[in-house]
Every structure is written in structure tokens, then in C-alpha cells.
């Protein structure tokens, strides 16, 4: 029979010790994720004091919005052409405009042309020393690379990719705090290996 009072109590530090270290720095939404979120949330995508293109950008997200993607591509294509002219091709403004149009390409069903424009800007962002931007843009690549269907230009793509990948994880900031991110597209690259097949002579 039971003894009142008796009952084994719970063993509070396998219970809490969890709960003690919650992760302080919840991941941000990065890569497409985050223009997506941009987008179509309430914030301007131009930071204060840098509104030389709020208003073609409102335009070219209202497209994106009522999934006018034709127009929202030519739109951003037109707007960054000009501003590239007026404010520089690696003006803040313009590498987010530039951002924005490689979303629409990959909304658009051009794969390849999201991931050569997210390459770009991450080589660009990370000669600025902008890891954050470099990293941001390596995991938009890393979408749009997921997106091509042909194991060979996977392949071709994904050793680039990596490379890049790579060589920011060796660096302190949020590729080195993802690891798992890179194991994960690493693993992918395995994956097309065995799909592809041996290569012809």
C-alpha cells in the first residue's frame, strides 16, 4: 500500500534545466524570407534618410502584393537600372532594390537569374564588411540554387555557392552561428552527386 505523502518528487533539474538557458537571440528571418517579410509588412523598406526610392519600391511591392510578378519584375529592373545611374550600383538603397529583384526573379520561375543576383550581392556586402547583408544574400542563393531542377547545374552552382558559403562561416557573424545551414546544403550537394551521375569524358 502507498504512504501518504510519500510520492517521489519531481526532479526539478531535469524539468528546468532548459527552460534556464533559452536562446537570447532568436533567429532573424534572413535571405528571401526577410524581403518577403519586407515586402509585404507595414515598414518601409527605405531607412530614414534614404528615401530617394521609397516610392518606385512601394510600387514594386504592390505588384508583388496583387501577384503582378511581369510587372513587378520590370518595375524593379527599370528602378534599378536609373538609380543605379543616379546613386551608384552599391548604393544602400539600390542593393536593397537589387535584393528585391532577385525575389521577384525567384517568384518568377527564373531560378538561376535569383541566384546570380544573390551571389553578386553577397560578394558585394561582404567586401563592405557587411556580413550580415553577405550572409543574408548567400541564403537567398542558397534558395533559388534549391530551385534548380538540372542535377548538373546544381552541381556547377552549388560548388561556387559553398565555396562562398564557406569561406563567411570562417568568419565571426551569422554564417558561423548557422553551421548547420551549410551542413544542410552540403548534404544537398551529395544528393545531386549521386543524381548527376559520373561525368562523360
Known amino acids: 500500500p502507498r504512504t501518504p505523502g510519500r510520492a ?18 532568436p ?3 534572413r535571405g528571401f524570407d526577410a524581403v518577403a517579410e519586407a515586402v509585404l509588412g507595414d515598414e518601409p523598406l527605405a531607412a530614414d534618410g534614404e528615401k530617394h526610392l ?8 504592390d505588384a508583388v502584393r496583387a501577384g503582378r510578378i511581369d510587372t513587378a519584375a520590370r518595375l524593379a529592373e527599370e528602378t534599378v537600372a536609373e538609380a543605379s545611374g543616379t546613386l551608384g550600383p552599391e548604393h544602400p538603397e539600390v542593393l536593397r532594390l537589387r535584393e528585391l529583384t532577385a525575389y521577384i526573379a525567384y517568384l518568377a520561375g527564373e531560378p538561376l537569374r535569383a541566384y546570380r543576383l544573390s ?12 556580413a550580415e547583408a553577405a550572409y543574408g544574400n548567400v541564403r537567398s542563393a542558397a534558395t533559388a540554387w534549391r530551385a534548380v531542377r538540372d542535377p548538373g547545374l546544381g552541381l556547377e552552382l552549388g560548388h561556387e555557392l559553398i565555396a562562398l558559403w564557406t569561406e563567411l562561416a570562417t568568419e565571426a557573424g551569422p554564417a558561423a552561428d548557422e553551421i548547420e545551414e551549410l551542413e544542410s546544403a552540403r548534404a544537398r550537394m551529395g544528393r545531386l552527386t549521386e543524381r548527376a551521375g559520373p561525368r562523360q569524358p
Not at 517521489?8 to 537571440?25: G, Q, R, T
Not at 551571389?119 to 557587411?130: E, H, N, P, S
Request: charged fraction near 25%.
Open 119 to 130: 551571389v553578386d550581392l553577397a560578394l558585394i556586402c561582404r567586401r563592405a564588411g557587411d
Open 54 to 61: 521609397a516610392e518606385p519600391m512601394a510600387r514594386v511591392n
Open 27 to 29: 533567429t532573424p528571418p
Open 8 to 25: 517521489p518528487a519531481p526532479a526539478p533539474d531535469l524539468v528546468s534545466e532548459p527552460l534556464l538557458d533559452p536562446d537570447p537571440k
